[in-house]
């Protein structure tokens, strides 16, 4: 890793700043890979997974989250990746198609199930999570099912870390960034750590770091930041310089929640303030603000020169994940770009 000297930005410049013009984009393919899956999350708050009287089914998988962020916001996105030949797999591929992701990656496995996870955020604040994938169909993807094609078309690569668990779709996972990479698309990476679909901890430090050298756009969390490091402290940037910056990334951020987050690129780095609202569910949050910057970065490549806009962007997807805190599943409630600025109007108005 490489550690660079720079200035950090805690101005009071206009990071919320965005006006109806700055929405407009015309937006370059944004191609994600992964698992899309069924999540099943309680109908009351605050409870065990045990002690959850009903559930309400809501598609999510992170990878399919963030192409129906980026379509929602009037970006252009796709979905490569693997579901059953069963309801739910039929459902998640209208769901995309309704939510205009292109569907030409997206495979169905008659011999596998489509993933189901349940997922409750209990009264201490943690989230549970329990999966059903014995196997699951998106551990089945093989690399000669990829739709080589749309990867070509991208100008972003998206994708996290479950995919590189197990064969075959690690390795229609890493054949799949190869295309990409030689595409020339910029390389985007959430690894979105879920320990209890790892073999082990080791397992887990290891594959996720396999392929850290290689992304253009890395976007972890504070907890995560602790898991890779072996336990440092996430708030430290000598930390983060020294140990998960590397010399290939156009930019590394570090979600903080309601805080908002901070950057780091070559040149500068800073932190930008969250937004409060009353949160409901926190799935998704993640996903839809890597929507939120994804949809900016497919716009605008200056992004990654312009701290200035890049602030805005930053501030615009920090906004994203926080409409989306305050309603239950993930895919339901990413936001539109409609509703993005009406809530920005309505801040700019307190």
């Given at each position: 890793m490489v550690h660079v000297g720079l200035s950090y930005c805690l101005c009071a410049d206009q990071s919320n700043d965005i006006t109806d013009d700055d929405c407009k984009k015309t937006s370059s393919l944004v191609v994600c890979f992964g698992e899309m899956l069924i999540d099943f999350v309680p109908t009351v708050g605050g409870v065990s997974l045990a002690e959850a009287p009903a559930f309400q089914k809501a598609p ?291």
């Amino acid at each position: 890793m490489v550690h660079v000297g720079l200035s950090y930005c805690l101005c009071a410049d206009q990071s919320n700043d965005i006006t109806d013009d700055d929405c407009k984009k015309t937006s370059s393919l944004v191609v994600c890979f992964g698992e899309m899956l069924i999540d099943f999350v309680p109908t009351v708050g605050g409870v065990s997974l045990a002690e959850a009287p009903a559930f309400q089914k809501a598609p999510g998988g992170a990878p399919a989250n963030v192409a129906v962020g980026i379509s929602r916001l009037g970006g252009s996105s796709a979905f490569i990746g693997k579901v059953g030949a069963d309801e739910f797999g039929y459902m998640l591929a209208d769901i995309l198609k309704q939510n205009n992701v292109e569907t030409s990656g997206m495979r169905f496995d008659s011999n596998a199930r489509t993933a189901l996870a349940f997922v409750t955020l209990r009264d201490d604040g943690e989230r549970e999570f329990l999966f059903f994938r014995n196997p699951s169909a998106d551990m089945l993807l093989e690399e000669s099912e990829l739709d080589k094609n749309i990867i070509k078309q991208a100008r972003i690569f998206h994708y996290g870390s479950i995919s590189l668990i197990n064969e075959p779709c690690k390795s229609a996972h890493l054949a799949a960034m190869t295309v990409a990479k030689d595409s020339g698309c910029i390389l985007s990476y959430d690894p979105n750590l879920r320990l209890a679909l790892w073999p082990s901890e080791d397992a887990a430090r290891k594959g996720i770091m396999e392929i850290w050298d290689q992304a253009d756009v890395i976007k972890i969390s504070e907890d995560e930041i602790t898991f890779l490091t072996g336990g440092d402290d996430p708030y430290d940037d000598d930390v983060v310089l020294n140990k998960l910056f590397h010399s290939n990334l156009k930019i590394l951020i570090v979600t903080e929640g309601s805080l908002g987050c901070r950057y780091y690129t070559k040149k500068f780095k800073g932190r930008v303030a969250g937004v409060k609202v009353k949160p409901v569910d926190t799935t998704g949050a993640g996903d839809s603000f890597v929507s939120g910057i994804l949809y900016w970065i497919a716009s605008d490549q200056t992004i990654f020169q312009d701290e200035k806009l890049l602030r805005k962007a930053l501030y615009f997807a920090n906004v994203c994940g926080a409409i989306t805190v305050t309603e239950k599943g993930a895919i339901p409630a990413l936001p539109k770009k409609e509703t993005i600025l009406e809530f920005l109007l309505e801040a700019a108005a307190i």
